[in-house]
């Protein structure tokens, strides 16, 4: 799930309900500006026939996101959806090189001029070494996560610990580690659960009692994460 602006929705609400629910954290500007490109970015998805599911009418079917009032989400066919974008990739001659762990970024300069000039890595199956040398570099190696609160276990941090060591400023690392209720006691994974809720599912206690009211009369089970964790 992600969130799904429209043309007619008001922005401005909604970037005071993220700001306000992450406790004034967000960075205000870059939510305007995630708002605003993420409007143009579904309609791209739209014109692309992307697997988004929509409602009885045609139209994208919007959910109440986990922590929220009046934004919205969207659903997508995660494996399709990546397989669409990969071939619009494609379609544009670029290369790709798949299964390739980039382990460290390439410096060129001296101390005072110092600029990542590419990076270097291996490939997960052969271990064959590759160096990759380019005019511009973009991260996009996903957050950071903890193996004892989350069934991912490939958001290894790499691409932050690079960067880290290229002498990039780092930012919000605070928010690396939380709380999780997707998996419990390393026995039940539950993956989408924020889908889960947004359709109306709720949690019961052992006594078969709804217990979210005590916690958060207004959102109940779509409550901020850390008010789930800590009322579990």
């Known amino acids: 799930v992600q969130l799904c602006p429209t043309r007619e929705d ?3 609400m909604w970037k005071k309900e993220i700001v306000i629910s ?3 954290f967000p960075d205000q500007d870059w939510v305007d500006f995630f708002l605003r490109n993420q409007i143009e970015r579904i309609e791209d998805y739209e014109r692309w026939g992307a697997p988004l599911e929509k409602d009885g009418k045609g139209k994208i079917a919007r959910i109440v996101g986990r922590g929220h009032i009046n934004t919205r989400l969207f659903q ?6 990546m397989a669409l974008l990969k071939q619009k990739v494609l ?4 290369e790709v090189m798949e299964r390739i762990m980039i382990t460290d970024l390439l410096l060129e300069g001296d101390e005072a001029n110092k600029r990542v000039a590419g ?3 291996f490939h997960a199956r052969t271990g064959e070494f590759y160096i990759f040398r380019a005019g511009a570099t973009i991260l996009a ?9 989350t069934s991912v276990d490939n958001c290894t941090g790499d691409g932050v610990a690079a960067a880290f060591r290229a002498g990039a400023e780092l930012a919000n690392m605070e928010f690396c580690t939380g709380g999780n209720i997707t998996v419990w006691d390393r026995k039940v994974m539950v993956g989408g659960i924020n889908m889960i809720q947004g359709h109306g599912a709720y949690f019961l206690n052992s006594l ?3 217990f979210m009211s005590k916690y958060d009369q207004l959102r109940m089970e779509s409550s901020l994460l850390h008010t789930l964790c800590m009322s579990f």
Not at 76 to 81: A, P, R, S
Not at 141 to 149: D, L, Q, R, V
Request: without cysteine; aromatic residues 6%; proline residues 3%.
């Open 22 to 24: 992450g406790d004034y």
């Open 208 to 210: 078969g009692e709804r």
């Open 10 to 12: 008001d922005l401005d």
């Open 141 to 149: 190696t996903g957050p950071i996560g903890s193996k004892i609160n």
């Open 119 to 121: 990076a270097v890595g």
């Open 91 to 94: 379609d544009k001659k670029v």
């Open 76 to 81: 997508f066919h995660g494996n399709k959806l």
